[in-house]
């Protein structure tokens, strides 16, 4: 069975941080990429930031750079994300993802849910 279960979200002030932490199991995280992904109140789902297994790449969506941080521990099957300079409009439910490559680095997966596996979801709040 598999699971994803992210954590570390609440409620913080604009320019705070927070790390998320999301952890697998279930799946050959070998042969999938995994990123973060966010949903605001009444808008879509959109990809937030996606490494490659190796490491050796990482790519941030244009509003989050140089104030996110993504990393991952193989050893515990685990992603994080890091975030710093918090803002208001970072405000939404934070989802870790695993799917196909292609799908998650483009951040295609959201129009292709179900080719991949979500968590439930922690739901991030900054205040002005």
């Known amino acids: 069975q598999v699971r994803m279960v992210e954590s570390g979200g609440g409620l913080v002030q604009a320019g705070g941080s927070l790390r998320l932490s999301c952890t697998a199991s279930?799946?050959?995280?070998?042969?999938?990429?995994m990123g973060w992904f966010r949903q605001a109140p009444g808008q879509e789902r959109e990809g937030v930031s996606f490494?490659?297994?190796?490491?050796?790449?990482?790519y941030y969506t244009h509003s989050v750079e140089g104030r996110f941080t993504i990393s991952q521990d193989k050893a515990k099957n685990a992603l994080y994300l890091q975030m710093d300079s918090l803002k208001p409009e970072d405000t939404g439910m934070y989802f870790c993802?695993?799917?196909?490559?292609?799908?998650?680095?483009?951040?295609?997966?959201?129009?292709?849910?179900?080719?991949?596996?979500w968590g439930q979801g922690t739901q991030v709040t900054v205040s002005s």
């Open positions: 993802a695993a799917g196909p490559c292609w799908l998650v680095a483009t951040f295609s997966l959201v129009r292709s849910p179900n080719s991949g596996y």
């Open positions: 279930g799946l050959p995280l070998d042969d999938y990429a």
């Open positions: 490494m490659t297994r190796s490491g050796r790449a990482t």
